[in-house]
C-alpha cells in the first residue's frame, strides 16, 4: 500500500513565498536576487566530477585555469575556491599554519571558525583586544581596530607564537592598518592570516581600502556571497607561500572542504568573478554613487544617524540610534513589519544594513524614505519629550558588546571534556563556561569555554535576553557550565 502521508509546507515552498513577498533585501547574500544574475534551471548545472569537468581537489583543468585567473587578477600566489564558507578557509588556514598545542595570536573579535579551530587543534591562544577609541564607536560598542602595537606586545611577550590571526573589515566594516600589523609579524617571522570575509568587494573600486593581500597578509579569506553577487557558501583564500607551506594549505583545503564539490557553486563563483572583470567595473562606478547619494540624504536625520568612523570602509550602513527613543532591535523590526525592508543585523543601539554592486538607486531609495519617515516621528517625538521637560528614553543602556579580558580558568579544549550542568544565569556568576557565548549575528564569542563568568558577564547577558537578542549557548534563562570537582 502507498504511504498516504501528506507533507506540511516546507522550506522550498516557504522560500518561494518570501521571496514573492517584495521584501527589500538590506543583507546578505550579495547577489540581492537581483534578476540580472539568475541562472536557467541551476539543476542541469549540478554535476559531479565527470571527465572533462575538472576537480576542485586536484584541478588540472577549466576550474585550475580559473583559479589562476583569480590569482593574476588579484595578485597572489595561489587563489582557491571555497564551497564551504569562509568558515573552512579559516579552519584550513590555521591548520596550515599551526601544529597541535602551538601557542596563536588571535584578535579577541575573531568569528566563532577562529574559536573552533583552536579547539581543534588545541592551540593555546593569546588575545589582542580592538581598540578603545572613545566616543560614539565605544558607547555602541562596535569593536575598533587592532592595534600594531598592541600585536607587537604581545609577540615580545609571547616568544613561541606560530601565527597572528585578526579580522579586518569586521561586521561593522572597520578596517584595521594590516600593513603595520603584517610588518610586525614579519619581523618574528611568522604568517599573518586575515579574515577579510566582509572584504570581498575592496578589490574592484578605489572608494574601498586595499585588501589585506594588498596589504602583506600571508592568507586572506573573503566571502564571494557577503558583499559581491555570488551563491551562500562561495568564497575565495589567497595565499602567498615562505612562511606558509602550499602542501599544508593544499592539505587542509581538501580536509575541510566537501569531498563532493557544488559546481553550481563554483560555476557562480566564475560568474561573479567574469562580471566584476566586465559589466561590473562599470556598475561598481554605479554603485560607489549610489552609496555616496545615500550618505547625503541621511544628513538630514535628527533622531537617527549613521554611524561613521575613520576606520570603517563605507558599503556598511550602520544605523545608530542611541538618540533616539528606540533601540536597534526595535527600528529592525520597524522596517520589517511597516516597511518591508529586512536589515542584516541589530544589536544594542545600532542596525547595519549591508549592500552590494546588485542594490540598484531604488533600494537605497526605498531605505532612504523608510528612515526619514521613522525619524521624523522620532525626532517629534524627542522635541515633545524636551518641550514637556520629560526624561528621554534615548541613551538609556542598551546591550552592546563588552571587550573586558574574561578571567581564563582553562583551555577551551581542556573545558571539552569535563562535564557540564545547567545553571539560571542569575547564579552562574564564578562558574566557568561550557560552551561559547555569542550573539549570533555576528558569531564573535563573549565567552569561550573554559572562561570565568563574571558578574558584569551575567548582567549583559541578562540585558541582551531583555532585548529580544537570541545569544547561543544561553536559552530560556540558563546557561551551562563546568562541573570541576
Given at each position: 500500500?502507498?504511504?498516504?502521508?501528506?507533507?506540511?509546507q516546507g522550506?522550498?515552498?516557504?522560500?518561494?513565498?518570501?521571496?514573492?513577498?517584495?521584501?527589500?533585501?538590506?543583507?546578505?547574500?550579495g547577489?540581492?536576487?537581483n534578476?540580472?544574475?539568475?541562472?536557467?534551471?541551476?539543476?542541469?548545472?549540478?554535476?559531479t566530477?565527470?571527465?572533462?569537468?575538472?576537480n576542485?581537489?586536484?584541478?588540472?583543468?577549466?576550474?585550475?585555469?580559473?583559479?589562476?585567473?583569480i590569482?593574476?587578477?588579484?595578485?597572489?600566489?595561489?587563489?582557491?575556491?571555497l564551497?564551504?564558507?569562509?568558515?573552512?578557509?579559516?579552519?584550513?588556514?590555521?591548520?596550515?599554519?599551526?601544529?597541535?598545542?602551538?601557542?596563536?595570536?588571535?584578535?579577541?573579535?575573531?568569528?566563532?571558525?577562529?574559536?573552533?579551530?583552536?579547539?581543534?587543534?588545541?592551540l593555546?591562544p593569546?588575545?589582542?583586544?580592538?581598540?578603545?577609541?572613545?566616543?560614539?564607536?565605544?558607547?555602541l560598542?562596535?569593536?575598533?581596530i587592532?592595534?600594531?602595537?598592541?600585536?607587537?606586545?604581545?609577540?615580545?611577550?609571547?616568544?613561541?607564537?606560530?601565527?597572528?590571526?585578526?579580522?579586518?573589515?569586521?561586521?561593522?566594516?572597520?578596517?584595521?592598518?594590516?600593513?603595520?600589523?603584517?610588518d610586525?609579524?614579519?619581523?618574528?617571522?611568522?604568517?599573518?592570516?586575515?579574515?577579510e570575509?566582509?572584504?570581498?568587494?575592496?578589490?574592484?573600486?578605489?572608494?574601498?581600502?586595499?585588501?589585506?593581500?594588498?596589504?602583506?597578509?600571508?592568507?586572506?579569506?573573503?566571502?564571494?556571497?557577503?558583499?559581491?553577487?555570488?551563491?551562500?557558501?562561495?568564497?575565495?583564500?589567497?595565499?602567498?607561500?615562505?612562511?606558509?607551506?602550499?602542501?599544508?594549505?593544499?592539505?587542509?583545503l581538501?580536509?575541510?572542504?566537501?569531498?563532493?564539490?557544488?559546481?553550481?557553486?563554483?560555476?557562480?563563483?566564475?560568474?561573479?568573478f567574469s562580471?566584476?572583470?566586465?559589466?561590473g567595473?562599470?556598475?561598481?562606478?554605479?554603485?560607489?554613487?549610489?552609496?555616496?547619494?545615500?550618505?547625503?540624504?541621511?544628513?538630514?536625520?535628527?533622531?537617527?544617524?549613521?554611524?561613521?568612523?575613520?576606520?570603517?570602509?563605507?558599503?556598511?550602513?550602520?544605523?545608530?540610534?542611541?538618540?533616539?527613543?528606540?533601540?536597534?532591535?526595535?527600528?529592525?523590526?520597524?522596517?520589517?513589519?511597516?516597511?518591508?525592508?529586512?536589515?542584516?543585523?541589530?544589536?544594542?543601539?545600532?542596525?547595519i544594513?549591508?549592500?552590494?554592486?546588485?542594490?540598484?538607486?531604488?533600494?537605497?531609495?526605498?531605505?532612504?524614505?523608510?528612515?526619514?519617515?521613522?525619524?521624523?516621528?522620532?525626532?517629534?517625538?524627542?522635541?515633545?519629550?524636551?518641550?514637556?521637560?520629560?526624561?528621554?528614553?534615548?541613551?538609556?543602556?542598551?546591550?552592546?558588546?563588552d571587550?573586558?579580558?574574561?578571567?581564563?580558568?582553562?583551555?577551551s579544549?581542556?573545558?571539552?571534556?569535563?562535564p557540564?550542568r545547567?545553571?539560571?544565569?542569575?547564579?552562574?556568576?564564578?562558574?566557568?563556561?561550557?560552551?561559547?557565548?555569542?550573539?549570533?549575528?555576528?558569531?564573535?564569542?563573549?565567552?569561550v569555554?573554559?572562561?570565568k563568568?563574571?558578574?558584569?558577564?551575567?548582567?549583559?547577558?541578562?540585558?541582551?535576553?531583555?532585548?529580544?537578542?537570541?545569544?547561543?549557548?544561553?536559552?530560556?534563562?540558563?546557561?551551562?557550565?563546568?562541573?570541576?570537582?
Amino acid at each position: 500500500m502507498k504511504c498516504s502521508v501528506q507533507m506540511k509546507q516546507g522550506l522550498y515552498e516557504t522560500l518561494t513565498e518570501y521571496c514573492q513577498a517584495d521584501i527589500l533585501p538590506m543583507h546578505m547574500p550579495g547577489h540581492k536576487r537581483n534578476y540580472k544574475f539568475q541562472m536557467e534551471n541551476p539543476y542541469e548545472l549540478d554535476v559531479t566530477e565527470v571527465p572533462g569537468l575538472d576537480n576542485l581537489h586536484q584541478p588540472e583543468g577549466v576550474i585550475r585555469e580559473l583559479m589562476d585567473q583569480i590569482a593574476k587578477e588579484y595578485r597572489s600566489e595561489a587563489s582557491f575556491l571555497l564551497v564551504n564558507g569562509s568558515t573552512c578557509g579559516i579552519l584550513a588556514a590555521i591548520t596550515a599554519c599551526c601544529r597541535r598545542g602551538d601557542r596563536i595570536l588571535v584578535a579577541r573579535n575573531c568569528h566563532k571558525a577562529v574559536y573552533n579551530a583552536i579547539r581543534l587543534l588545541e592551540l593555546r591562544p593569546v588575545y589582542v583586544y580592538p581598540s578603545a577609541e572613545g566616543g560614539e564607536m565605544e558607547a555602541l560598542g562596535i569593536a575598533g581596530i587592532i592595534s600594531p602595537e598592541d600585536v607587537e606586545g604581545a609577540l615580545e611577550e609571547y616568544a613561541d607564537i606560530s601565527c597572528a590571526v585578526i579580522t579586518s573589515p569586521t561586521y561593522e566594516g572597520i578596517v584595521s592598518p594590516v600593513s603595520a600589523i603584517a610588518d610586525v609579524v614579519h619581523k618574528r617571522k611568522i604568517p599573518l592570516i586575515v579574515d577579510e570575509a566582509h572584504g570581498a568587494h575592496f578589490h574592484w573600486h578605489e572608494t574601498f581600502p586595499d585588501t589585506a593581500l594588498t596589504e602583506g597578509a600571508d592568507i586572506v579569506i573573503e566571502s564571494l556571497h557577503k558583499t559581491l553577487p555570488a551563491f551562500t557558501q562561495t568564497g575565495v583564500l589567497h595565499a602567498r607561500f615562505g612562511l606558509v607551506k602550499k602542501e599544508f594549505l593544499t592539505w587542509s583545503l581538501q580536509t575541510y572542504q566537501s569531498s563532493s564539490p557544488s559546481y553550481l557553486l563554483m560555476a557562480g563563483a566564475e560568474r561573479c568573478f567574469s562580471y566584476l572583470m566586465g559589466k561590473g567595473r562599470e556598475e561598481m562606478q554605479r554603485y560607489v554613487s549610489d552609496l555616496e547619494w545615500f550618505r547625503q540624504e541621511m544628513k538630514a536625520l535628527r533622531a537617527l544617524r549613521l554611524f561613521e568612523s575613520r576606520w570603517k570602509e563605507p558599503s556598511k550602513l550602520v544605523i545608530a540610534t542611541d538618540r533616539a527613543s528606540v533601540q536597534g532591535c526595535g527600528l529592525a523590526d520597524r522596517l520589517r513589519e511597516s516597511y518591508r525592508i529586512e536589515t542584516e543585523m541589530s544589536c544594542g543601539d545600532y542596525v547595519i544594513a549591508m549592500t552590494s554592486i546588485a542594490d540598484e538607486r531604488k533600494s537605497f531609495e526605498r531605505l532612504a524614505s523608510a528612515l526619514r519617515e521613522i525619524d521624523g516621528e522620532l525626532a517629534e517625538k524627542l522635541d515633545r519629550q524636551a518641550f514637556e521637560n520629560v526624561e528621554s528614553t534615548a541613551g538609556k543602556k542598551s546591550f552592546c558588546y563588552d571587550w573586558h579580558r574574561p578571567v581564563p580558568g582553562m583551555y577551551s579544549f581542556e573545558a571539552a571534556y569535563f562535564p557540564k550542568r545547567r545553571v539560571p544565569l542569575h547564579e552562574a556568576a564564578g562558574e566557568l563556561a561550557a560552551e561559547p557565548v555569542y550573539p549570533y549575528p555576528p558569531g564573535i564569542p563573549l565567552l569561550v569555554e573554559g572562561e570565568k563568568i563574571s558578574r558584569e558577564m551575567v548582567e549583559l547577558l541578562e540585558r541582551a535576553a531583555g532585548q529580544q537578542i537570541s545569544v547561543h549557548g544561553v536559552a530560556d534563562g540558563f546557561i551551562n557550565v563546568l562541573v570541576t570537582e
